[in-house]
């Protein structure tokens, strides 16, 4: 199957420094997505993003599928933040929402 | 705005008891999932369900596991005879038509004893 890995595993950051995180992925891609685990454990649906560039309000995301990666840019991080950030993938040509995710990146946000 | 609901937010259960877990997807949507995620790992998926049957389901999702769409709403998964390692956060998802966005819900935290 499909290998999905990110990057970094952990991010400490300031509040108000900005970050980048990695997702790179082994195949073809049909569908990507970026979710946020914040310390309830609920899973927040970021972007779906199986190519090209989005932006929402600080966060954007952008994926180069041809070659194998995508990116999400948090900017002016705040503590809110924080929390685990998954991208999760199907490969193949039709999306039936099947999604091998990540190990994330545990990102913490000092005051 | 719409979100997918998950009841219990917890079970507790004695291994070899059957569980059902609850879910409510958003009212438009059309592809049901069950997800899991065991404590300090990564999101793994279970099943797929759309137009009243299962559509994809991994290996996790054995003979043991079963899920049904009992009305117009509800979802639910159900494990015949729970095991110590069925122990996992239970995430349930929709999309709408395209399978592409899910949303998820909450999640039940089952606890095998």
């Known amino acids: 199957g499909i290998q999905v890995e990110q990057s970094p595993p952990d991010l400490i950051l300031q509040e108000g420094a900005n970050s980048t995180l990695r997702c790179n992925f082994s195949d073809s891609v049909n569908n990507l997505q970026w979710f946020h685990q914040n310390p309830w454990g609920q899973l927040i649906n970021l972007f779906y993003?199986?190519?090209g560039t989005k932006q929402n309000g600080r966060l954007s995301a952008t994926t180069v599928a041809t070659e194998r990666y995508s990116l999400l840019y948090i900017s002016s991080s705040q503590t809110t933040d924080s929390g685990v950030y998954f991208c999760a993938v199907e490969e193949g040509s039709t999306s039936y929402g099947k999604l091998t995710f990540g190990q994330g990146t545990i990102l913490t946000v000092h005051p | 705005e719409p979100e997918v609901t998950q009841t219990p937010s917890h079970q507790v259960t004695q291994m070899g008891q059957e569980v059902i877990l609850r879910c409510v997807p958003i009212s438009n949507h059309l592809y049901f999932y069950w997800y899991r995620q065991i404590l300090g790992q990564k999101v793994e998926f279970l099943v797929s369900f759309y137009n009243n049957e299962i559509s994809e389901k991994s290996e996790i999702f054995d003979d043991q596991f079963s899920v049904e769409r009992p009305d117009g709403s509800n979802f639910t998964l159900k494990i015949r005879s729970t095991k110590l390692e069925d122990s996992a956060m239970y995430f349930c998802a929709s999309s709408g038509p395209g399978a592409e966005k899910l949303f998820f819900g909450s999640g039940t935290q089952l606890s095998v004893l």
């Open positions: 993003i199986p190519s």
